[in-house]
């Protein structure tokens, strides 16, 4: 986790630098021009967003970083977060679950942080599951959570996800300014997710026996 926050840190500090003409080497043998972004990047609205592990990382960058103004967590697996200290984290954060990837050891920490303060919404996805949040269902179709056999349209699912992060991030720091639009599919397709948590746990049961009754 310390790792992966480091390497977030070095690439922000790279891209303020970028921003503010430093000459930046690129190790790649690219005759694109840096430069082309001077005074070009919106420094004051930065996002810190992750997906599964991704999403502990976000957070943690949150709250030893000021710079980061808000985090979107996708489905965020809370694990690495269990042997540290309670985050402070003071900017809004955002977290988009899936229907069958949160167990309850997992949701407790989100709930820890998602009612610590007023600037949290929480949604869960309905009939998702894991590779919802990414690319992989187009290419490879749903092979997660085979034991759901009706599952969210891979393409809805991903339209609602990126609705709902563009309506968090216009409610909270007015980018982009307008989100009229997201907020029309959100609408038609209010049945497809819950502003609440769901704890999908699944229990196998196996019978071993050396008798055949």
Same mark, same amino acid.
Request: net charge positive.
């Given at each position: 986790l310390k790792v992966?926050?480091?390497e977030c840190t070095k690439l922000l500090n790279t891209f303020l630098d970028i921003n503010a003409g430093v000459s930046v080497k690129n190790? &790649?043998?690219s005759s694109f021009d840096l430069n082309q972004?001077?005074?070009?990047?919106?420094?004051? #609205?930065i996002i810190s967003s992750g997906f599964s592990f991704g999403g502990a990382t976000a957070m943690y960058n949150l709250s030893h970083d000021s710079r980061y103004r808000v985090a979107i967590i996708l489905d965020g697996w809370m694990f690495p977060l269990k042997s540290e200290p309670f985050l402070n984290i003071e900017q809004p954060i955002l977290f988009i679950n899936t229907h069958t990837f949160q167990i309850p050891a997992n949701l407790n920490l989100i709930r820890q942080h998602l009612h610590s303060k007023d600037n949290r919404k929480l949604y869960t996805l309905?009939?998702?599951?894991?590779?919802? &949040?990414t690319d992989t269902a187009f290419m490879h179709g749903y092979w997660l959570?085979?034991?759901?056999? #009706?599952?969210?349209?891979a393409k809805t699912a991903l339209n609602l996800q990126s609705s709902l992060v563009v309506q968090f991030l216009h409610n909270t720091i007015g980018c982009p300014t307008n989100s009229e639009n997201t907020q029309i599919f959100i609408e038609e397709h209010s049945n497809n997710f819950v502003e609440d948590m769901i704890?999908?746990?699944?229990?196998?049961?196996?019978?071993i026996s050396v008798f055949p009754w």
């Amino acid at each position: 986790l310390k790792v992966r926050h480091r390497e977030c840190t070095k690439l922000l500090n790279t891209f303020l630098d970028i921003n503010a003409g430093v000459s930046v080497k690129n190790v &790649l043998k690219s005759s694109f021009d840096l430069n082309q972004f001077n005074r070009k990047i919106n420094v004051n #609205k930065i996002i810190s967003s992750g997906f599964s592990f991704g999403g502990a990382t976000a957070m943690y960058n949150l709250s030893h970083d000021s710079r980061y103004r808000v985090a979107i967590i996708l489905d965020g697996w809370m694990f690495p977060l269990k042997s540290e200290p309670f985050l402070n984290i003071e900017q809004p954060i955002l977290f988009i679950n899936t229907h069958t990837f949160q167990i309850p050891a997992n949701l407790n920490l989100i709930r820890q942080h998602l009612h610590s303060k007023d600037n949290r919404k929480l949604y869960t996805l309905k009939k998702t599951t894991h590779e919802s &949040l990414t690319d992989t269902a187009f290419m490879h179709g749903y092979w997660l959570d085979l034991q759901m056999l #009706k599952k969210l349209n891979a393409k809805t699912a991903l339209n609602l996800q990126s609705s709902l992060v563009v309506q968090f991030l216009h409610n909270t720091i007015g980018c982009p300014t307008n989100s009229e639009n997201t907020q029309i599919f959100i609408e038609e397709h209010s049945n497809n997710f819950v502003e609440d948590m769901i704890s999908y746990t699944k229990k196998v049961k196996r019978k071993i026996s050396v008798f055949p009754w």
